[in-house]
């Protein structure tokens, strides 16, 4: 009898910690389960954040956007505000994001403008936009002239 007792505190313990294990194991498995998007979730989720972006730019709230670009080559706030406004240089009429693409990691959304010079009528114009899957979340791209 006292040699089951003393085995049957050990078993009590080991599956404890054993279980106690698993459970966090399956935790963290299922954690980075969930942070994996399916490939619709992804374009619809580029898509919105792209139109934000694009209406904090148009809103000039240059500090909002700053905060959403990829932090990778990223100049300081000062540097990238002034290339930013200077990107700005024609008043724009209207912008619509379309195609957006996702490949991996990778996004690419197109930016139609109508900008105001001096026609009678805005002028269309349109660029393709980059944009990054980082931490659960989309980060835009800057051209390169920008981290120059």
């Known amino acids: 009898m006292i040699y089951a007792d003393r085995f049957a505190g050990l078993f009590t313990v080991k599956t404890f910690w054993i ?3 698993l459970i966090v194991e399956m935790l963290f498995f299922s954690a980075n ?3 994996i998007p399916e490939q619709g979730d992804l374009k619809a989720s580029l898509k919105e954040s ?3 972006y694009w209406k904090m ?3 000039e709230k240059y500090e909002d956007t700053y905060k959403m670009e990829d ?3 990223l100049p300081p ?3 990238y505000l002034q290339k930013v406004k200077a990107m700005r240089r024609f008043a724009v009429a209207k912008y619509t994001i379309t195609n957006e693409s996702v490949e991996g990691e990778k996004g690419t959304v197109t930016v139609y403008l109508e900008v105001m010079l001096s026609a009678p009528r805005p002028i269309p114009s349109g660029f393709g936009d980059a ?3 980082r931490n659960g979340r989309w980060r ?4 390169q002239e920008v981290h120059k």
Request: proline fraction near 4%; hydrophobic fraction near 40%.
């Open 131 to 133: 944009w990054i899957y």
């Open 77 to 79: 706030f000062e540097a």
């Open 57 to 59: 730019r148009m809103d």
């Open 140 to 143: 835009h791209v800057l051209p």
């Open 33 to 35: 389960c969930a942070t």
């Open 50 to 52: 792209a139109e934000k």
């Open 71 to 73: 932090k990778e080559g």
């Open 19 to 21: 279980t106690s294990l």
